[in-house]
């Protein structure tokens, strides 16, 4: 017996754009069903090769199967049509093309807290929501004080959910659709809701599902994440499955396409991404020994340089993310909180030589009022390439992690007695990267 569970062929979505379904009485249903017939023997109107501008395929022929155990994640731009094949593969929407094949009981988190009615208490709006789900009134009630527990309301079971705090109705919907025994889990942004310490609880309890040998679905723009739960990954574009295979070769692509490769970037007065009438973020750059470029040596010390204006006296201060290829963010950097009057300013972010690891990054800019406040912020605004330069000795392969810096090591041999180690030089000595071949 195969252990294909996901199989999907040549699936595709059409909308329409900027038109309502009109309504249909009980004639208009009636009449379509006695003209059905008739309608088979009609020509129909072969689709344009260009495409039709009055609709928009939200997917396209995306064909792909998973195997039972298998957790995948599906990765792309906002629009590329990630939501919608979740939605088709939970049968809450039809396909305009194609079809999908799912063998198994499913369970999807797909809108946390669809279907909670705000009269209702939170008891009784685990019922209703757990039988939306699918789950039988016996396996809710053998699994109620646990799904309570997970969302921390034990307090407030009881009370009318529309007294809730959004973070409230939240944890207790995610808890509901968790403890669903689902053969397959499709989780569509779960984890971009909710404070930090709930989304490590989410994350914790998604990998607890797929170390079960369950079937996942996840859907995530947080690259770590993605990377940290699935070992396979999909990514879409415009609708199209453009890449498929092992999650970290999958989740550099996407990265490596949606980073702007430039050593420079200079926005105008009329960005209001970068202007917003306060602040203006004008120019930020990346400095090496041998001028402006997105090409640095690995042995080489590096500046960004981010030029600002201030149209008003302001509390300010600056801040960067510096992302790896997979969109981790190896560390954070700022300034100080300054008093500032009106003018252009610079502040330049100093990086020493033989910090980063090779490899792409991006930085995210921030320019920030009384140290809390985000007055400006251009995600991966600027970008560079981290090249190898320093010797490695006879190792050849990648070298894991965001940074790679080169310490000073203190090297003592305890096999020499005391006399020995305060005696001779060569025992005692001090070395740089073990990987650098030199002493």
């Known amino acids: 017996m195969s252990d294909i569970v996901i199989r999907v062929e040549n699936l595709g979505k059409r909308y329409r754009i900027g038109e309502r379904e009109r309504y249909l009485a009980l004639r208009d249903v009636l009449t379509r069903a006695i003209s059905a017939p008739a309608r088979l023997f009609r020509t129909r109107k072969p689709s344009s090769p260009n495409g039709d501008p009055t609709h928009i395929w939200a997917l396209k ?60 208490t939170g ?59 689902a053969e397959i889990l499709l989780v569509d942004e779960v984890l971009a809701v909710g404070d930090a310490v709930f989304q490590r609880k989410c994350t914790g309890k998604i990998g607890q599902v797929a170390r079960g040998g369950r079937t996942v679905l996840f859907v995530s723009h947080s690259m770590a994440a993605i990377s940290s739960l699935c070992r396979r990954a999909l990514l879409l574009h415009a609708g199209a499955t453009v890449r498929d295979g092992p999650t970290g070769e999958v989740v550099a692509a996407y990265m490596e396409a949606n980073t702007n490769l430039s050593g420079e970037v200079a926005w105008d007065a009329a960005d209001r991404t970068a202007n917003n009438g306060r602040v203006h973020l004008v120019r930020a750059r ?47 950097s700022g300034t100080p909180n300054r008093l500032l009057r009106p003018g252009l300013y610079r ?14 990054y991006s930085v995210t800019l921030f320019l920030l009022t009384e140290t809390t406040r985000v007055e400006i912020m251009v995600e991966q605004a600027i970008s560079f390439t981290v090249n190898e330069s320093r010797g490695r000795g006879e190792y050849l392969g990648v070298m894991i992690g965001c940074v790679r810096p080169q310490l000073e090591v203190s090297h003592t ?6 006399g020995e180690r305060n005696e001779g030089g060569d025992s005692v000595r001090r070395i740089g990267h073990s990987l650098t071949g030199r002493d």
């Open 61 to 120: 022929d995306v064909s792909f199967e998973i195997r039972q155990g298998e957790v995948v994640g599906i990765i792309g731009r906002n629009g590329a049509g990630k939501t919608t094949l979740l939605k088709i593969l939970a049968r809450v929407s039809k396909p305009t093309t194609g079809h999908a094949e799912v063998r198994g009981r499913m369970g999807s988190l797909l809108e946390v807290g669809t279907g909670f009615h705000p009269e209702l």
């Open 123 to 181: 008891r009784e709006n685990t019922f209703l929501n757990g039988a939306i789900l699918g789950m039988s009134k016996k396996e809710i009630t053998r699994k109620f004080d646990e799904i309570v527990a997970f969302a921390e309301i034990e307090k407030f079971i009881d009370t009318p959910v529309k007294h809730y705090s959004s973070g409230m109705q939240v944890r207790l919907a995610f808890a509901v659709a968790a403890h669903l025994d």
């Open 286 to 332: 990346i400095l090496g020994e041998r001028g402006v470029g997105a090409d640095v040596e690995i042995d080489r010390p590096v500046t960004l340089e981010m030029d600002f204006e201030v149209f008003t006296e302001l509390n300010v201060c600056s801040s960067i993310h510096v992302l790896d290829k997979y969109g981790v963010c190896a560390f954070v």
């Open 347 to 360: 502040d330049s972010y100093h990086f020493p030589a033989n910090l980063f690891n090779d490899g792409p």
């Open 413 to 418: 041999s305890l096999s020499a007695t005391e």
